[in-house]
C-alpha cells in the first residue's frame, strides 16, 4: 500500500514557476514508477510527466516539454514537478501516481493515486 499526499499547487501569473512535491509513505516507495497528471474541468486526466522506478526513464508530455521538470529523490520518498513558463492552460488540478509498470504515460497503468492540488494560472 503507498499512500501519495501532494502540495505545492496555488495561484500564479502567467510565466511564474510553481514546484509540486508529492510525498510517499510506504518502504517500497523506491519499486515504482512515478508519474504526475492532471485534470482541467471538463477534461479528462490527462499525463504530464514521469519517471521509472529506477528513475534512468523519463517522459513528458509534449504540451509541458522544455518547460515542466519531473525528478525524484528516493532517500525522501518523494517526487517533484518543476513548472517553469507556466500557461493559463496549464490550469488543473495535478495527481501524482505509483505504479509497477514501464508503460509510464498509461493512466490505467497506475495504481495509487493521491488526492491532488490545484494550480490556477492567470492570464
Known amino acids: 500500500q503507498v499512500q501519495l499526499v501532494e502540495s505545492g499547487g496555488g495561484l500564479v501569473q502567467a510565466g511564474g514557476s510553481l514546484r509540486l512535491s508529492c510525498a510517499a509513505s510506504?518502504?517500497?516507495?523506491?519499486?515504482?514508477?512515478m508519474g504526475w497528471f492532471r485534470q482541467a474541468p471538463g477534461k479528462e486526466r490527462e499525463f504530464v510527466a514521469a519517471?521509472?522506478?529506477?528513475?534512468?526513464?523519463?517522459r513528458y508530455a509534449d504540451s509541458v516539454k522544455g518547460r515542466f521538470t519531473i525528478s525524484r529523490d528516493n532517500a525522501k520518498n518523494t517526487i517533484y514537478l518543476q513548472m517553469n513558463s507556466l500557461k493559463p492552460e496549464d490550469t488543473a488540478v495535478y495527481y501524482c501516481?505509483?505504479?509497477?509498470?514501464?508503460?509510464?504515460?498509461?493512466?490505467?497503468?497506475?495504481?495509487?493515486w493521491g488526492q491532488g492540488t490545484q494550480v490556477t494560472v492567470s492570464s
Open positions: 510506504g518502504r517500497t516507495f523506491s519499486t515504482y514508477a
Open positions: 519517471k521509472s522506478w529506477s528513475g534512468d526513464i523519463t
Open positions: 501516481a505509483a505504479g509497477r509498470t514501464y508503460e509510464l504515460e498509461s493512466r490505467d497503468r497506475y495504481t495509487y
